[in-house]
């Protein structure tokens, strides 16, 4: 699904910041007093000397990392934020990719459950026998439920739809609604109008207010840091050379 894949890119940036930050710590450059010695016959791009320059690098690096305890909260509060709008924003991204569809618009199937396979992530694998006889593979989230246990040869009726996805190579059939002997295996709605319903509404009745509400903590987190690092810190040695400065007068 490619929700799953939005969730390793992300695993992956993250621990792969840590990673670098932490070599940066190790090698100094976290330290007031550490001074980086520029390579002068190394030829610096455009982007690169904009972003030395710069004043975005200055309050939320420099500066930031010069004054690591009282910055602490205000970065804490960057990261925490930053995680749920991309949680929330990828949550609506893929609604909007793969939007429910009304009852009209599924295909109805009945048979009986020969196979299940059941995957932590939630995207199973059933293996249903139809009535004709053949057998049809579908894709189903079915959480918290073991297939193999309770449903094995049991009769059946799903409804499903057209899906696709990036690590599935193609397009697949989505089962949204599964019965059994006319009641529904889902424990959350007793019908699939009241899941249809919920998921029609929860984008704009919940997703997109935190979003709304998460990329609003992470402006109030970057502004409180820009206010904690308006000002330049006074190293110790620049406070040694004033004070040279003012003895030699």
Same mark, same amino acid.
């Given at each position: 699904?490619?929700?799953?894949?939005?969730e390793?890119?992300g695993?992956?940036?993250i621990?792969?910041t840590v990673?670098?930050?932490?070599?940066q710590?190790?090698?100094g450059k976290?330290?007031?007093?550490?001074?980086?010695v520029?390579?002068?016959t190394?030829?610096?791009?455009k982007?690169k000397k904009?972003?030395?320059?710069?004043y975005i690098?200055?309050?939320?690096?420099?500066r930031?990392s010069?004054?690591?305890?009282?910055c602490?909260?205000p970065?804490?509060?960057v990261?925490i934020?930053?995680?749920?709008? =991309?949680?929330?924003?990828?949550? #609506?991204?893929?609604?909007?990719?793969? %939007?429910?569809?009304p /009852?009209?618009?599924?295909?109805?199937?009945?048979?009986?459950i020969?196979?299940a396979?059941n995957?932590k992530?939630?995207?199973d694998?059933?293996d249903i026998?139809?009535e004709d006889?053949?057998i049809?593979?579908?894709?189903?989230?079915?959480?918290?439920i073991?297939?193999k246990e309770?449903?094995i040869?049991k009769?059946?009726?799903?409804?499903?739809k057209n899906?696709w996805?990036?690590?599935?190579?193609g397009?697949?059939?989505l089962i949204v609604w599964?019965e059994m002997?006319?009641?529904?295996?889902?424990?959350?709605?007793?019908?699939?109008?009241?899941? =249809?319903t919920y998921?029609?509404? #929860?984008?704009?009745?919940?997703w997109? %207010?935190n979003?709304? /509400?998460?990329?609003?903590?992470l402006?109030g987190?970057l502004?409180?840091?820009w206010?904690i690092?308006?000002k330049?810190?006074?190293?110790?040695?620049e406070?040694d050379?004033?004070?040279y400065l003012?003895?030699?007068?």
């Amino acid at each position: 699904m490619f929700i799953e894949a939005l969730e390793y890119i992300g695993i992956i940036a993250i621990v792969l910041t840590v990673i670098v930050s932490y070599n940066q710590y190790m090698a100094g450059k976290f330290s007031k007093d550490y001074n980086e010695v520029e390579d002068k016959t190394k030829k610096q791009s455009k982007l690169k000397k904009w972003w030395d320059q710069s004043y975005i690098r200055e309050i939320y690096r420099v500066r930031a990392s010069q004054r690591k305890l009282i910055c602490f909260i205000p970065w804490l509060g960057v990261w925490i934020s930053l995680f749920f709008v =991309y949680w929330f924003g990828s949550s #609506i991204f893929y609604s909007l990719l793969h %939007p429910p569809q009304p /009852l009209e618009k599924l295909k109805k199937y009945e048979g009986v459950i020969t196979k299940a396979i059941n995957y932590k992530k939630g995207d199973d694998r059933v293996d249903i026998k139809l009535e004709d006889g053949t057998i049809k593979i579908f894709h189903a989230h079915i959480t918290g439920i073991n297939l193999k246990e309770r449903y094995i040869g049991k009769e059946v009726v799903v409804l499903a739809k057209n899906e696709w996805g990036i690590l599935d190579f193609g397009s697949y059939e989505l089962i949204v609604w599964m019965e059994m002997n006319f009641e529904p295996i889902d424990t959350i709605f007793k019908t699939y109008d009241d899941k =249809y319903t919920y998921e029609f509404t #929860i984008v704009s009745e919940s997703w997109l %207010p935190n979003l709304i /509400l998460s990329l609003k903590w992470l402006i109030g987190s970057l502004a409180l840091l820009w206010f904690i690092n308006r000002k330049p810190v006074v190293t110790k040695n620049e406070i040694d050379k004033n004070a040279y400065l003012f003895e030699q007068r």
